[in-house]
């Protein structure tokens, strides 16, 4: 069963911690992407990587980190220093980044 | 700058009515134009993806076009359903170094019975 998976689908933390949201995909893709959506926007790119071991910074990079340590998995840990986490969170992969791309079902972080 | 702009921005129709959605785009160098569905609280679904040469692309009720020279893209959805009710996502391909992707603010689709 190929896909793309991110858990968990809710999340809920307290400011100041951090917090990793995972995505694994068995799609044998090279390139691996994150993506923030708010209410009334559209997908902001947060970090991307094409190649393990190799990611670069997307447009709001600013407060999250990324590793890309294994093809298949490319975790996001939203840091204390991003100001306003809550959002819902897409993980994507595509073959290379022109290309189609399959997103997760999403994870949703609330901060209080 | 590359940008695309989606329109409207929401569309509320009767269910078995078609409707029609629209992105313009000014990215370029073009490599491709996708359209996503996105159901409420989910991740986008790709309907269609079309290059430069293709003018017309379908996958069940849903037709997309694209006239590369006016820069514009439409989906055209035939005897909408209830499930059809999400919000339509044009992302545009641009060729570059970087290979830059860039997402419309969609459409919000709302079908009444």
């Known amino acids: 069963d190929g896909g793309i998976t991110q858990s968990p689908k809710y999340l809920f933390r307290k400011e100041g911690q951090n917090v990793t949201l995972s995505c694994e995909q068995n799609?044998?893709?090279?390139?691996m992407y994150w993506y923030r959506q708010d209410p009334g926007q559209g997908l902001r790119l947060i970090y991307y990587?094409?190649?393990?071991?190799?990611?670069q910074k997307g447009d709001i990079a600013e407060g999250y980190s990324v590793s890309r340590e294994k093809k298949e998995s490319f975790p996001l840990t939203v840091t204390s220093a991003q100001k306003n986490p809550t959002a819902f969170y897409l993980c994507?992969?595509?073959?290379?980044?022109?290309?189609?791309?399959?997103f997760g079902p999403g994870t949703r972080l609330t901060v209080t | 700058k590359n940008q695309v702009e989606q329109s409207p921005q929401s569309l509320i129709i009767l269910e078995g009515k078609n409707c029609t959605l629209q992105?313009?785009?000014?990215?370029?160098?073009?490599?491709?134009l996708r359209w996503y569905k996105q159901d409420t609280g989910r991740g986008p679904v790709s309907l269609t993806i079309?290059?430069?040469?293709?003018n017309t692309k379908s996958n069940g009720r849903y037709t997309a076009t694209l006239d590369a020279d006016t820069k514009q893209s439409s989906l055209h959805i035939t005897a909408s359903q209830l499930s059809d009710s999400a919000s339509y996502i044009c992302?545009?391909?641009?060729?570059?170094?970087?290979?830059?992707?860039?997402f419309g603010k969609g459409t919000r689709l709302h079908i009444l019975p």
């Open positions: 994507a992969s595509s073959i290379a980044k022109r290309y189609e791309q399959y």
């Open positions: 799609l044998n893709h090279d390139a």
């Open positions: 990587s094409q190649i393990v071991n190799d990611f």
């Open positions: 992105c313009n785009y000014t990215v370029s160098p073009f490599s491709n």
């Open positions: 079309m290059t430069f040469s293709e």
């Open positions: 992302v545009v391909s641009a060729f570059g170094g970087d290979d830059k992707i860039i």
